[in-house]
């Protein structure tokens, strides 16, 4: 667990505790598992915020780098170093993908 505090993004007080939602994220191999959610309620401005952990990105930790960097553009099927790197159809899903998008 990581017990780190969280900030609220829009008022940046120290979030409190609120409740924790299941949600279902896709792993490799066509699976799915479901992980918990955890979300924070802002004292200061009663914002509800979920807590997003690298982990429910449904790859592997590289490859959250690699998703990263196709979202913001500085990955394309051109640029080199990076081994495994999405075909151009991943790409376009990942860049269409709402649920990524909210990850960032
Ligand atoms: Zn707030």
């Given amino acids: 667990m990581n017990d780190e505090q969280p900030i609220c993004p ?15 994220v896709r792993a490799k191999g066509r699976q799915t598992r479901q992980v918990k959610i955890q979300r924070f309620r802002c ?6 915020h979920r807590s997003l952990p690298e ?12 998703i990263r960097g196709v979202l913001e553009g ?6 080199l170093g990076y081994e495994d790197y999405p ?6 899903r990942w860049k269409s993908s709402q ?5 960032l």
């Fill in 87 to 92: 075909c151009e159809m991943t790409m376009l």
């Fill in 43 to 48: 004292p200061h401005c009663g914002g509800i």
């Fill in 55 to 66: 982990y429910i990105f449904p790859y592997k930790q590289y490859e959250s780098e690699i």
């Fill in 10 to 24: 829009v008022c940046g007080k120290t979030l409190k505790y609120y409740d924790s939602v299941p949600r279902i």
């Fill in 99 to 103: 649920e990524l998008q909210m990850l």
């Fill in 74 to 79: 500085f990955i394309t099927c051109e640029t």
